[in-house]
């Protein structure tokens, strides 16, 4: 079975730029998160999606981010325009749906976003 | 608000030492605790997780963590650590009965093995 897949796995972009990345998450999860790791600092949530709702955004920095499941299967996030502070690595989860039960998270290899 | 906390960023063991990762843990309500490894270019790696039964925890690689109410720790912990061992370890925390099962992380902990 295919784990947590992102893409790209690099990204350089200059300041002012847009940049999507793109989670697919394991077939059959229902709970898509996004987190960040700011150099230096710890990871952080950013989001949560079950199926194609998002259930908890209030780690989302700005109104510069803009996150997307449609169709439940695969998520992108949207950075608008992209600043210094942004780079970072981005990393998907994913885990399994049933409510009062907390299964483990399963995560990508991250996308390493660097903004100039 | 829960929230945990790794003692040390850095920790360095000679190989076949005993491993210590140490996390405390801020939380308000019974937690679910989880350790992660990540490896060199890869992603987080789920090592164990506590979710309020057995307090020993055994995790794959070895490890194990025990949950320690009293003083709300739940440290990490291998016999004999191996060279590939080498990785960033971090510790995290989920609110029971939350509607979104975030994880909390700590800052992480490298652990370096010397030959």
């Known amino acids: 079975e295919a784990g947590v897949t992102q893409f790209p796995s690099h990204s350089v972009i200059e300041k002012g730029q847009t940049v999507t990345l793109r989670c697919d998450p394991i077939?059959?999860?229902?709970?898509l998160y996004w987190y960040r790791r700011v150099m230096g600092k710890e990871i952080k949530f950013l989001l949560h999606?079950?199926?194609?709702?998002?259930?908890?955004e209030s780690g989302m920095p700005n109104n510069r981010f803009l996150a997307e499941r449609t169709g439940g299967t695969y998520s992108t996030l949207k950075v608008q325009p992209a600043e210094l502070e942004d780079s970072g690595v981005y990393f998907c989860?994913?885990?399994?749906?049933?409510?009062?039960?907390?299964?483990?998270?399963?995560f990508g290899p991250g996308t390493r976003l660097t903004v100039t | 608000a829960q929230s945990v906390t790794q003692l040390g960023s850095h920790v360095s063991v000679s190989e076949g030492a005993l491993v210590l990762l140490r996390c405390n843990y801020s939380?308000?309500?019974?937690?679910?605790l989880f350790w992660y490894v990540q490896y060199p270019n890869q992603g987080l790696q789920l090592l164990l997780k506590?979710?309020?039964?057995?307090?020993l925890v055994k995790g794959i690689n070895g490890f194990e963590a025990e949950f320690k109410k009293s003083e709300t720790s739940f440290h990490l912990t291998k016999p004999s650590a191996h060279m590939s061992d080498a990785a960033e370890y971090f510790c995290?925390?989920?609110?029971?009965?939350?509607?979104?099962?975030?994880?909390?992380f700590g800052k992480g902990t490298k652990l370096s093995v010397i030959p």
């Open positions: 989860a994913s885990s399994q749906q049933l409510a009062g039960v907390v299964y483990e998270q399963y």
């Open positions: 077939s059959g999860h229902d709970n």
């Open positions: 999606f079950v199926k194609e709702s998002k259930q908890d």
């Open positions: 939380s308000s309500v019974p937690p679910y």
């Open positions: 506590y979710t309020s039964a057995a307090t």
């Open positions: 995290a925390v989920i609110r029971s009965g939350a509607g979104s099962y975030q994880l909390t």
